[in-house]
């Protein structure tokens, strides 16, 4: 299993430094007109890593309980086919920053490649929540879950500031 949570480290870095340096830093995103549905999307996929991040820290989701983690997975797939979309109708990317969303998809694969086995052995447990503990796996991924959970605020509530700022005075 740590080496699915390694996969999930490396996605997790990988995703701060598209974050910090394109979304924040180069593009200036949150203060960019027309970038609200686009913050949102982030915003949303911020939310289910937060999950992903946290309760794989300390959680083995076993019996049925399985499902609603392989949801939440599928869930950001989609989301990110959606910011996909949405950025290409929006704005264009550099490159580096396409190459970076390839890179994250490939270890997203990756990590989902390796986290299969042990989502097939949890799914023929008893149905309930696993302890589980990897040492500092477990915290590193945690304080993932603290950040990513404030960059999903933070896109949102940047979200809410464009879509005020674009609204026709009355």
Known sequence: MTTALYALMCLGVLG??????????KLRLPSTAGAGPELRLHASRDFAYTFVFGSLAWTKWNG????????????EVVVTLKDFIEEDHTRRLPAGERVMHAIMGIVYGVFLTLLYPHAAV????PSGFG???YGLVSWVLTAFAAGVF?????????????????????
Do not use: I, M
């Open 16 to 25: 701060a430094f598209d974050t910090l340096y394109y979304h924040e830093w």
């Open 64 to 75: 049925l309980c399985v499902w609603p983690l392989a949801a939440l997975l599928a869930y």
């Open 122 to 125: 949890w799914a023929k447990l």
């Open 131 to 133: 302890n589980a503990n």
């Open 150 to 170: 404030g960059s999903g605020v933070r896109d949102l509530v940047a979200s809410k500031n464009l879509q005020r700022a674009t609204r026709p005075l009355r």
